[in-house]
C-alpha cells in the first residue's frame, strides 16, 4: 500500500483513512464466513433424537436464524452431518457411506448419547458411538438433548469453521486484527 | 377385473382458471401473507431461553453439605443402578474415621440418559440432576465429568438431618443427643 493512501481521502467530506472506507480481508476467512451462514446439515434420524433435530428447524427454536434450516437428504448438497439417533451395526455401513458421498469441507454432530457414545446401549448390534466410523467435531449429550443444546452443538461447528479459516493465518494462529487497524 | 372399493369420480373439466392454477397459487400466498401479522413464535435462543419446569432433568451433579464436606459416601448404589453405566466410583477413607468417601467419581456425560435413578436411589441425597441442558464437548475425554467438576456444578446443599453432628461427636452433637434422648423416653 502506498504511503498517500494511507491518509485521509481528498475531498472525501471526512477524516476516514482508506482502510476504513475499504474493507479487506483474507480469502480463507471469507469462504468461512459465506460456509458458517448457510450450513446445510444432512438429518441423519435414526431414532428419537431426530425429533429434537426437527424441533429444531421449526418455528420456535428455527435454526434459519443460523443458516442452517436447508436440511439436504441429498448427501452431495450437505456439509453439516447431524447423527441423531442409535447407529446399529446394520446402519453403520450405510452411515459410513452417506458421510463419505458429503462433499469436502464437511463437519459431524453426534447428537445424543447414543450417536455419542452407544448410550444405554450396551449391545451386540449397536456401534458404540459413531465415532467408530466417522470423525465427529461435536458432541452433545442428552436423551434426546433440547433444540437449545442442538443450536449449541451448530453454534460450535460455526466456531470451529472459523478457527480453522483463521488458523491458515501466516501472521498467528487465531488473531484476529480489528478493522481499519493500521497494516 | 371387478374393481374393489368405491370408484373416486374425478371432475374432468374444472374451466379455464382453475386449470390456469391462479386462484390456488393466491390461496397459498394468502396463507403466507396472514401468518405475517400472526404473533411470533419464534424464542430467540442464545439471547432468549425456554423457563424449564421444576421438575426437569438435565446433566447430574454431586453436591457438599452446608459443612463442606462431600455428601457422597461412595456406597456404589449409584454406579448399581446407572442404566448406561456411565457412573465410575472407587472409594477411599475419609479422615473422620466413620464413612467412606468417592477417591473417584467420573460420570460419562455421553452415556448418561439423565434419567434420574442416581438421585432416586442416593440414600445420602448427594447426587441431583440440574437443571443444565445445553453443555456440549469437542471430544469424549472432555466430556467424562471428574468429581471436582460435578461439585462445582452440584453447589452446597443443606443437611437436615445432621448427620455429621450424630456420627462424630462435635458441632453440638451432645445437645442433639440429649435432645433426641429426651424426646424418645
Redo the contacts between chains.
Keep these: 500500500m502506498s504511503e498517500t493512501l494511507q491518509g485521509p481521502i481528498e475531498g472525501a467530506g471526512d477524516d476516514r483513512t482508506f482502510d476504513q472506507w475499504v474493507m479487506t480481508t483474507r480469502l480463507a476467512e471469507y469462504v468461512a464466513w459465506g460456509r458458517k451462514n448457510s450450513l446445510w446439515p444432512m438429518p441423519m434420524g435414526l431414532a428419537c433424537c431426530a425429533i429434537e433435530l426437527m424441533a429444531m428447524v421449526a418455528p420456535r427454536y428455527d435454526v434459519a436464524r443460523f443458516g442452517a434450516e436447508a436440511l439436504r437428504f441429498s448427501p452431495r448438497q450437505a456439509d453439516l452431518m447431524i447423527v441423531a439417533g442409535t447407529v446399529v451395526k446394520k446402519m453403520a455401513p450405510a452411515v459410513k457411506r452417506i458421510f463419505d458421498q458429503m462433499p469436502d469441507p464437511k463437519w459431524v454432530i453426534a447428537m445424543g448419547a447414543c450417536a455419542s457414545s452407544g448410550g444405554m446401549f450396551r449391545s451386540y448390534s449397536v456401534t458404540q458411538g459413531v465415532d467408530e466410523i466417522i470423525p465427529v467435531d461435536v458432541y452433545i449429550p442428552g436423551c434426546p438433548p433440547r433444540p437449545e443444546a442442538l443450536i449449541e452443538g451448530v453454534m460450535r461447528v460455526q466456531q470451529l469453521l472459523d478457527d480453522r479459516a483463521r488458523a491458515r493465518r501466516p501472521s498467528g494462529a487465531g488473531r484476529r486484527e480489528p478493522v481499519g487497524a493500521g497494516r | 377385473m371387478p374393481l374393489i372399493g368405491k370408484q373416486v369420480s374425478r371432475p374432468r373439466n374444472r374451466g379455464l382458471l382453475a386449470a390456469s392454477y391462479l386462484p390456488s397459487i393466491l390461496k397459498g400466498m394468502w396463507i403466507t401473507l396472514r401468518h405475517i401479522f400472526r404473533p411470533k413464535?419464534?424464542?430467540?435462543?442464545?439471547e432468549q431461553?425456554?423457563q424449564l419446569p421444576e421438575n426437569y432433568r438435565g446433566?447430574p451433579a454431586l453436591v457438599k453439605d452446608d459443612g463442606g464436606r462431600v455428601k457422597c459416601v461412595a456406597c456404589f448404589l449409584c454406579q448399581y443402578v446407572c442404566?448406561?453405566?456411565a457412573i465410575e466410583i472407587e472409594a477411599q477413607e475419609i479422615t473422620s474415621g466413620v464413612e467412606k468417601g468417592p477417591k473417584l467419581f467420573n460420570i460419562?456425560?455421553?452415556?448418561?440418559?439423565?434419567?434420574g435413578y442416581c438421585e432416586e436411589v442416593c440414600p445420602e441425597q448427594a447426587i441431583f440432576l440440574t437443571k443444565e441442558?445445553?453443555?456440549?464437548?469437542?471430544?469424549?475425554a472432555e466430556?467424562i465429568f471428574p468429581k471436582e467438576k460435578l461439585l462445582a456444578m452440584g453447589g452446597v446443599r443443606p443437611d437436615p438431618i445432621k448427620k455429621w453432628a450424630r456420627l462424630t461427636g462435635v458441632a453440638g452433637s451432645r445437645e442433639t443427643r440429649a435432645s433426641e434422648g429426651g424426646a424418645v423416653r
Excluded at chain 2, 460419562?108 to 434419567?115: E, T
Excluded at chain 2, 441442558?133 to 469424549?140: K, Q, V
Design positions: 413464535v419464534t424464542m430467540q435462543y442464545p431461553t425456554w446433566l442404566p448406561p453405566k460419562n456425560m455421553l452415556r448418561c440418559i439423565m434419567c441442558s445445553t453443555t456440549i464437548g469437542l471430544s469424549r466430556m
